[in-house]
T-cell receptor, first 113, second 110 residues
Framework: EDQVTQSPEALRLQEGESSSLNCSYT??????LFWYRQDPGKGPEFLFTLYSAGEEKEKERLKATLTKKESFLHITAPKPEDSATYLC??????????????FGQGTTLQVKP | DAGITQSPRYKITETGRQVTLMCHQTWSHSYMFWYRQDLGHGLRLIYY???????DKGEVPDGYVVSRSKTENFPLTLESATRSQTSVYFC?????????FGPGTRLLVL
């Protein structure tokens, strides 16, 4: 069964304290791994797509990496405005062109000033 | 502005009533999706559509009906609302693999 597990469930950091969020996945043929940011009361906002092991993408203080079993979202010198829930999702190869995503339950990040 | 919108944003209804949640996108994306988000379950796919008049079930379709007569609209209907359908509902549309989400509808079933 295709599955996505995110850890930790919650993370508290001091401003400037770098850390990483983990997304472990079990999927029958990975077509893509996606990271989203979700602020309270809003819809998920797209951040990155990763397609193959070894791929990395960066955006401001965020860097996403991918291996054959997991992805990391590294947050460098976070600021309070980085506080949000970060969602990981995978698209399995068996989904063909349907685009169906399987989501993890998210990591809620709080960055204190 | 172009994008994806949902209405209503908040809805309170009673058990047994029919409720329709609306989703509209201006990108002309072929694919559209409906998810529900609940504590402890994350985002779960209810239904999706590959194009007008083509829809298919997701992970949790029971109690829901969808239609797609126009590319830009994808309404979700709860035929007879139950308390277990209290949730936050998100609509999404996709350009290639990437899905873009609407702001959500908070539904409370009393």
């Amino acid at each position: 069964e295709d599955q996505v597990t995110q850890s930790p469930e919650a993370l508290r950091l001091q401003e400037g304290e770098s850390s990483s969020l983990n997304c472990s996945y079990t999927v029958s043929g990975l077509r893509g791994l996606f990271w989203y940011r979700q602020d309270p009361g809003k819809g998920p906002e797209f951040l990155f797509t990763l397609y193959s092991a070894g791929e990395e993408k960066e955006k401001e203080r965020l860097k996403a990496t991918l291996t054959k079993k997991e992805s990391f979202l590294h947050i460098t010198a976070p600021k309070p405005e980085d506080s949000a829930t970060y969602l990981c999702a995978v698209q399995a190869g068996g989904s063909g062109n349907t685009g169906k995503l399987i989501f993890g339950q998210g990591t809620t990040l709080q960055v204190k000033p | 502005d172009a994008g994806i919108t949902q209405s209503p944003r908040y809805k309170i209804t009673e058990t047994g009533r029919q409720v329709t949640l609306m989703c509209h996108q201006t990108w002309s994306h072929s694919y559209m999706f409906w998810y529900r988000q609940d504590l402890g379950h994350g985002l779960r796919l209810i239904y999706y559509s590959a194009a007008a008049d083509i829809t298919d079930k997701g992970e949790v379709p029971d109690g829901y009906v969808v239609s797609r007569s126009k590319t830009e609209n994808f309404p979700l209907t709860l035929e007879s609302a139950t308390r277990s359908q209290t949730s936050v509902y998100f609509c999404a549309s996709s350009r290639k693999e990437t899905q873009y989400f609407g702001p959500g509808t908070r539904l409370l079933v009393l």
